[in-house]
């Protein structure tokens, strides 16, 4: 028997296991609602999130470009409103409609660790998939326009060189 008759073979490839949109799209709420634990842990303890990035920086004496980590603090996803810690589940720069409303009331600051990973199971589980696309949705629209994908702008009408010029 030959070894590649012992071995085992399937259709699924990882390119397309691991590339589909909506799996792409949990796993960056994901990896954000992880920076959002980390960043609520901090402040519980009193301390101050800062994340690593990776930036491009040309130099300016030799004009070269070079990768350079450097630190930027968290944009949270909660805040505080008259003694209670309020959250919004953001997607990119949107805010993502979840349940009934805009915002997720916490109560105060212990609850918000458990309600964060209590979000991440959930997008986990993919009970936030439709909520993703259509945020996803609503920012691929014409930014000129306002008008959503796939509708295009009627064409500015030409005038006529003739009809431009302005008789005295």
């Known amino acids: 028997m030959s070894i590649i008759e012992t071995l085992r073979f399937s259709e699924v490839s990882r390119k397309s296991e691991n590339s589909t949109p909506h799996i792409l799209m949990r796993r960056r709420l994901l990896s954000a609602l992880d920076e959002q634990i980390q960043g609520a ?5 009193g301390k101050h999130f800062y994340r690593t990035v990776e930036k491009t920086v ?3 004496e030799t004009g070269v470009s ?3 980590t450097v630190e930027r603090p968290l944009r949270n996803m909660w805040w505080r409103s008259n003694d209670t ?4 589940l953001r997607f990119g720069n949107r805010v993502m409609k979840v349940g009934t409303g805009n915002s997720i009331v916490i109560g105060a600051l212990e609850n918000l660790v458990p309600v964060l990973e209590q979000l991440k199971q959930a997008v986990q589980n993919g009970e936030l998939d439709e909520a993703m696309k259509a945020t996803s949705d609503s920012r ?14 009627a064409p500015a009408p030409t005038v006529s060189k003739s009809a431009a010029k302005v008789v005295k």
């Open 85 to 88: 810690v309020m959250l919004e």
């Open 58 to 60: 040309k130099n300016a």
């Open 66 to 68: 070079e990768r350079r």
């Open 140 to 153: 691929k629209r014409g930014r000129k326009t306002g008008k959503p994908v796939g509708e295009t702008a």
């Open 41 to 45: 842990n901090f402040e519980a303890a």
